[in-house]
């Protein structure tokens, strides 16, 4: 079965930092892009970043850019999110996707955010 | 950033009807647009990718059309199951960018 499986949500401060994990099942990680999307209490969807599959590009939301930093490990089918400055606005739950004929196939079941003091 | 307009907000049908959803792009995006569903307290599904190519396991009377600006989502006989959120989305341009969401509700 195609699956990825999200980790390392949590409450953190305005200011903190997080990584967020996504593990890869049933398909070849290493030869997918995969992103990160994010949804906020009881709003709609916001593409965050992306990562080509050798992990040469990577493209940010420009309200994130400089403060979060995609990766991936293709030995532990694993992309994470490093999210740095965290600010109340970044509160979402953030969802791990596979890049599938530029659309996101599948999606895992998201990890939740809170930034709060 | 292309800009992506569902309309409408909110749809009430029954059971068995037909259902149209759109989404307009404020420029170009070729064929790169998907449609997804989402039921509460779940990650979104993907429905159709590259405007009308069904993805694995969606049954047959969901389908997409469209190309350049204006797409559409019909849904030829709603099922109990199919009453839930959808949006589009746009991959020919970074950023990427999603539409606000077509509600779709039990009238």
């Known amino acids: 079965e195609v699956q990825v499986v999200e980790s390392g949500g949590g409450l953190v401060q305005p200011g903190g930092s997080l990584r967020l994990s996504c593990a890869a099942s049933?398909?070849?990680?290493?030869?997918?892009?995969m992103g990160w999307v994010r949804q906020a209490p009881g709003k709609g969807l916001e593409w965050v970043a992306d990562?080509?599959?050798?992990?040469?590009?990577?493209t940010y939301l420009d309200s994130v850019e400089g403060r979060f930093s995609i990766s991936r490990d293709n030995a532990k089918s694993s992309l994470y999110l490093q999210m740095n400055s965290l600010r109340a606005e970044d509160t979402a739950v953030y969802y791990c996707?596979?890049?599938?004929?530029?659309?996101?196939?599948?999606w895992g079941q998201g990890t939740r955010v809170i930034v709060s003091s | 950033e292309i800009v992506l307009t569902q309309s409408p907000a909110t749809l009430s049908l029954s059971p068995g009807e037909r259902a149209t959803l759109s989404c307009r792009a404020s420029?170009?995006?070729?064929?790169?647009l998907a449609w997804y569903q989402q039921k509460p307290g779940q990650a979104p599904r993907l429905l159709i990718y590259?405007?009308?190519n069904r993805a694995t396991g969606i049954p047959a009377r969901f389908s997409g059309s469209g190309s350049g600006t204006d797409f559409t989502l019909t849904i030829s006989s709603l099922e109990p199951e199919d009453f839930a959120l959808y949006y589009c989305?746009?991959?020919?341009?970074?950023?990427?960018?999603f539409g606000q969401g077509t509600r779709l509700d039990i009238k």
């Open positions: 996707a596979r890049d599938y004929g530029r659309s996101y196939d599948p």
């Open positions: 049933g398909f070849t990680f290493s030869n997918y892009w």
């Open positions: 990562i080509k599959h050798d992990g040469s590009e990577k």
């Open positions: 420029q170009s995006v070729n064929s790169y």
């Open positions: 590259g405007a009308s």
């Open positions: 989305q746009q991959r020919n341009n970074w950023p990427i960018t």
